[in-house]
């Protein structure tokens, strides 16, 4: 059974306002200024602006201050830089009299913000990774198993050559593997830390900037400290490779409905049969998966634009209202996506293709035709001018009398050879239907990318080892970010150890 329920509209990404998305994000965003706050502490300490006291006593007042996120009315200001504040707010208050505003020495709110965004598109774009390497290990064991089912194409109403389903689906394959590339770009532009800029003019307090980017997983630091809060970029660079993975699988999506409408014999999705809603209409169903994820995909490619749209729009220096609205729908975007792909890839794996139905429509509209040139250059030893205007007038005829490519007979190419070189050629029925064949027509474009299957067959062992590749890199970034998150842990017991 697919899963045929709606995104929410937070899932979505849309959610109304911008301060509407914050709300529902707080707690996401609330445990990460604490991450924030505590990588600049432990920085702050090994720099030996603090001592161990201090660094100590906020880093103990950061455990309590991490377990409740304030309501939106109770913040000094709106957005994230309101929920910093709320955050800090309640850090002072928890921390020893001594020590209140060690925290935010040397670190501005707008540069904390820029953080967590960053480190909240991080984790959504290796959801997004995930996501859609599920669907394309989906559509590889799909396209593995339908290597010899025939089917048509068509370029748009029209009828052109047939392939098997395996091919097709490499229409689909390769795309998501070009996104998996762009989403390894994103998170590498995604993943620098911010932390050092202050407001825009970085801070006279003896920071080490690489150290609390590494203390946050981070692989290396936005270069200048006005660019580490005004930047807005990445947000884009985000959301435009959610759109590419929602486009892509919309197109597949979008051409399946069009064959479930058209060709209702041509496959099942394995759904159960929904509930009779309207005793007026007792053969009705409510709209299924298949259109739902076509109509979710559409929704995310818009919501993507839009931030794209925001992103031009950001005014130059600190982008604070930029960083709430883009950075708030670009990661439900990211999410989106990711529900996107992991649907699909569960419709994909319930697909039940009736293969014999498929062959049958692979063989109408003369899509093989062409290649009775072919036969008459290759076997009959013609030009391929000749050849060519023979199989025009053959496959002229064959459809002025309503007959497919498998009904042209050698006495219907000798009534064209007689016209256009004077004389028949005599051709074996047998020979031809090798070549008119759709099976046989397919064998014969072995080239690589080509539907034989035996270049299929390396197309998709292709396919697997870059999905593979793309898997070791997601293991190996959570490994890094699991080694930093350690890493921060460590320096902290060791800090809150010493005044012990």
Do not use: K
Not at 415 to 429: D, K, P
């Amino acid at each position: 059974m697919v899963d045929a329920a709606p995104f929410s509209s937070a899932a979505s990404g849309n959610a109304g306002n911008a301060d509407d998305r914050l709300a529902a994000d707080g707690a996401t965003l609330w445990p990460l200024i604490g991450r924030v706050v505590a990588a600049h502490v432990v920085m702050l300490r090994e720099a030996g602006v603090l001592d161990d006291a201090a660094a100590a006593a906020v880093l103990t007042a950061l455990d309590g201050v991490t377990r409740g996120v304030p309501a939106g009315d109770q913040r000094e200001s709106p957005g994230t830089v309101g929920l910093i504040a709320a955050f800090e707010g309640r850090l002072d208050a928890l921390t020893a009299r001594g020590a209140v505003g060690a925290g935010a020495l040397g670190r501005a709110r707008i540069e904390t913000a820029a953080a967590i965004w960053r480190l909240t598109l991080r984790d959504d774009l290796l959801a997004a990774m995930a996501a859609t390497a599920a669907a394309r290990r989906s559509l590889l064991d799909l396209a593995g198993e339908q290597v010899f089912t025939l089917m048509p194409t068509f370029a748009g109403s029209q009828a052109v050559q047939p392939t098997n389903l395996a091919h097709f689906l490499g229409g689909t394959i390769a795309p998501l593997a070009r996104a998996a590339e762009r989403l390894r770009a994103a998170y590498a532009e995604v993943n620098r830390g911010p932390l050092g800029a202050g407001a825009l003019a970085s801070t006279g307090v003896p920071i080490d900037r690489e150290r609390a980017a590494a203390l946050l997983g981070c692989d290396g630091t936005v270069a200048g400290s006005f660019d580490a809060v005004a930047a807005v970029d990445h947000l884009a660079l985000a959301a435009e490779t959610a759109a590419a993975i929602a486009a892509t699988l919309r197109r597949l999506l979008s051409e399946l409905l069009t064959w479930r409408r058209a060709d209702p014999e041509s496959f099942r999705l394995g759904e159960t049969a929904a509930p009779v809603v309207d005793p007026g209409l007792p053969g009705f169903r409510p709209p299924v998966a298949l259109e739902r994820l076509v109509a979710d995909a559409r929704r995310l490619e818009a919501d993507a634009a839009s931030v794209v749209r925001l992103v031009a729009e950001a005014p130059y220096g600190p982008a604070v209202a930029a960083l709430d609205d883009g950075g708030a729908l670009a990661s439900a975007t990211l999410r989106g996506t990711a529900a996107l792909a992991e649907r699909t890839a569960g419709l994909v794996a319930a697909l039940e293709v009736n293969r014999a139905y498929l062959a049958h429509r692979a063989g109408r509209d003369h899509t093989t035709s062409g290649d009775l040139a072919l036969f008459l250059i290759g076997e009959e030893g013609l030009d391929a001018a000749a050849a060519r205007e023979i199989t025009l007038m053959t496959v002229r005829r064959a459809i002025e009398q309503g007959l497919e490519a498998s009904g042209i007979t050698p006495q219907m190419i000798d009534g064209a050879a007689l016209l256009v070189i004077g004389r028949e050629l005599g051709i074996e029925v047998e020979n031809l239907g090798h070549w008119l064949a759709p099976r046989r027509y397919l064998e014969r474009r072995g080239a690589s990318g080509g539907p034989a299957p035996a270049a299929v067959r390396d197309d998709l062992t292709r396919e697997r080892e870059v999905l593979l590749a793309d898997e070791r890199w997601r293991e190996e970034r959570h490994g890094r970010l699991a080694s930093a998150a350690a890493e921060l842990e460590r320096a902290i017991a060791e800090i809150t150890a010493a005044t012990d």
